[in-house]
Nanobody, 126 residues
């Protein structure tokens, strides 16, 4: 069992920045892929970014490309989502998820992820 905890959400002004962290328990963090998803009220959960186990394969959604960066520190069992040039439409609950079935792939499929955090709210004001 892997426990996933997100942190770093909050309130930001448009154009501002936030950095989300994803801490995962267990000694095998480095063998898991990580995904960041978000869900706004009344909308489906959507993928924002994903990174495979060694960080050499990443995915960034078109809606955040050029503004968001995904990374990981396996020595620290932590994943990160750096969010810059935030827009009001980035407002959502952001979830970190861990995939231990296909760790070599930066999957964008919600169903590939086995363990989820509780989510952290990001609110961007205009």
């Amino acid at each position: 069992q892997v426990r996933v905890v997100e942190s770093g959400g909050g309130l930001a002004q448009a154009g501002g920045s936030l950095r989300l962290s994803c801490a995962a328990s267990g000694p095998t963090f480095s063998s898991h892929a990580i995904g960041w998803f978000r869900q706004a009220p009344g909308k489906k959960r959507e993928v924002v970014a994903a990174i495979n186990w060694n960080g050499r394969s990443t995915y960034i959604a078109d809606s955040v490309k050029g503004r968001f960066t995904i990374s990981r520190d396996n020595a620290d069992n932590t994943g990160y989502l750096e969010m810059n040039s935030l827009k009001p439409e980035d407002t959502a609950v952001y979830y970190c998820a861990v995939d231990d079935k296909l760790p070599w792939i930066a999957s964008t499929d919600v169903s590939d992820y086995d363990y989820w955090g509780q989510g952290t709210q990001v609110t961007v004001s205009s």
